[in-house]
Nanobody
Framework: QVPLVESGGGLVQAGGSLRLPCAASRRTFSTYTMAWFRQPTGMERDFVAAITWRGGTTYYTASVKGRFTISRDIAKNTVTLQMNSVNPEDTAVYYC???????????????????WGQGTQVTVSS
């Protein structure tokens, strides 16, 4: 079973909202940081948001600040990306990621993360 499973993707109108839960299938290692990345078609995978598991500190890329909120539920081993006021530029495959080892790099970059979900498509229509 894949370690992380995203859901909640789909088609949404510009200005609307979408919630993307990410569930961990099992807990094998300690989680330091969980994050969301997104990859528009034909483009690279970019950082969206992250949250530290221990302290709940959140980090966002500038383009989503004030619109997206990342949160975690420690008991359920889940992280959720709440997307509000979406626009067509938010269209992408969204991936959940987890850093379970620490010390691999800055949380803004994909190389810092050990586990990845399969991705869920978010399409925002204008």
């Amino acid at each position: 079973q894949v370690p992380l499973v995203e859901s909640g993707g789909g088609l949404v109108q510009a200005g609307g909202s979408l919630r993307l839960p990410c569930a961990a299938s099992r807990r094998t290692f300690s989680t330091y940081t969980m994050a969301w990345f997104r990859q528009p078609t034909g483009m690279e995978r970019d950082f969206v948001a992250a949250i530290t598991w221990r302290g709940g500190t959140t980090y966002y890329t500038a383009s989503v600040k004030g619109r997206f909120t990342i949160s975690r539920d420690i008991a359920k081993n889940t992280v959720t990306l709440q997307m509000n006021s979406v626009n067509p530029e938010d269209t992408a495959v969204y991936y959940c990621a987890a850093d379970v080892g620490g010390g691999r790099g800055t949380l803004y970059y994909a190389a810092a993360y050990d586990l990845w979900g399969q991705g869920t498509q978010v399409t925002v229509s204008s």
